[in-house]
């Protein structure tokens, strides 16, 4: 039934449960001879994780998989590939679609079937699955997943708005419920955090056409990386706002750690990469929803690299900086986004221009900007 020897593999993400549900009950009925695996974690504080295979008549087959490191995303990795491969095995179906459990981020799984499926296995798109009504609570709720009942493990620290934010903005394709209570702001929203994302209806022959459109993991890397990702632009509808903030001057490290709060719960999100004065060859990533911040260093700015160096560095990743130049910084600068409906443009501007050094401490230079107070220091440089 396959045109090729591998079998399509279509990961269908997201937080919202029915709604994502619907979206592969949907291709179940849509595409003939496709098949959904689902490995549900909730069981997973009895150490184990449950297994459904089923397709558009029903359940074809349920199992169980123990936990590995008692993390439970790490037994739906360990168990997910070969499980796929039986399917592929079998030649009798066209489309195996991964419905992911709620709190599991696409990317890692999309990694592990290109990784390990060998020549079995073709990863052909990724899908979030969508109710745009449920967008912004989701976005803005910084309850840690182990309260919310959705920990994949025991040492699970990311939060559901967070969560949400990577399901959203790494998949290319969005496919969207009808629930009759998202307006014009929601769509809104949603369309500012993802641009680039195709929307489509849950029940469409596009949806359909799409699963097979083809997937390319490094591309998505890279999309996602702070050093190159594809940041939203300037937008301003339906009462939802995105500010781009682009600078080359360096953050003086004080003032902007004491305006930490008030930046990550300006926006619903924001996300982007910046400088700090007192450790000028650090690509540090800014990511906050909910109003929780996350902020890690993510490696070195290619202008503090030897230039025997740059071959190491992905294509893509030159090209960004390349187009980012600066004469005096190379590629340092302050790239943030702000999305949020009722977006305080102004005020949040002002607020990151005093972060910024000023006039007189820029020009003291460098050495001088070493010996900045360093608060950041005590979660960028954690003591082991």
Request: proline share 6%.
């Amino acid at each position: 039934m396959r045109d090729s020897g591998r079998l399509p593999v279509l990961i269908v993400a997201g937080l919202h449960s029915e709604a994502r549900k619907e979206v592969v009950d949907g291709l179940l009925r849509t595409v003939p001879g496709s098949v959904a695996l689902h490995h549900d974690l909730a069981s997973a504080a009895e150490g184990t994780v449950r297994r459904l295979v089923r397709d558009a008549a029903g359940e074809l087959s349920c199992g169980q998989t123990p936990l590995v490191d008692d993390c439970a995303c790490c037994a739906l990795r360990e168990d997910l590939v070969p499980e796929l491969e039986r399917l592929a095995g079998s030649g009798s179906v066209r489309l195996a679609i991964v419905e992911l459990w709620d709190s599991v981020e696409p990317r890692t799984m999309a990694e592990a079937v290109v990784a390990h499926g060998g020549g079995l296995l073709e990863l052909t798109n990724v899908v979030t699955a969508v109710d745009p009504a449920l967008v912004l609570p989701c976005l803005g709720n910084g309850d840690d997943l182990a309260e919310a009942g959705l920990a994949a493990a025991a040492t699970d620290r990311r939060t559901v708005g967070d969560t949400w934010a990577r399901q959203l903005e790494y998949a290319p394709v969005l496919a969207l419920v009808g629930s009759g209570t998202a307006d014009e702001e929601d769509r809104a929203l949603l369309t500012q955090l993802h641009p680039t994302a195709r929307q489509v209806a849950a029940y469409s022959a596009e949806l359909a056409r799409l699963a097979f459109a083809g997937f390319d993991v490094e591309a998505a890397a890279a999309a996602q990386h702070p050093a190159c990702a594809l940041l939203p632009q300037e937008a301003d509808e339906a009462g939802v706002a995105t500010l781009v903030w682009h600078r080359r001057r360096p953050f003086h490290p004080e003032r902007l750690f004491r305006a930490l709060e008030d930046l990550c719960c300006a926006a619903a999100r924001s996300r982007g990469r910046f400088w700090l004065a007192d450790r000028p060859d650090t690509l540090l990533a800014w990511d906050a929803a909910g109003g929780s911040l996350c902020v890690e260093s993510v490696g070195p700015w290619l202008a503090s690299l030897p230039d025997a160096a740059w071959d190491m560095v992905p294509p893509v990743r030159r090209a960004a900086a390349a187009l980012d130049w600066h004469p005096e910084h190379g590629d340092r600068c302050q790239h943030l986004v702000f999305t949020s409906p009722g977006l305080d443009r102004d005020g949040l501007a002002r607020l990151l221009e005093t972060c910024l050094l000023t006039d007189a401490e820029y020009a003291a230079g460098p050495e001088a900007w070493r010996r900045l107070p360093a608060p950041f220091d005590s979660f960028l440089d954690p003591v082991s």
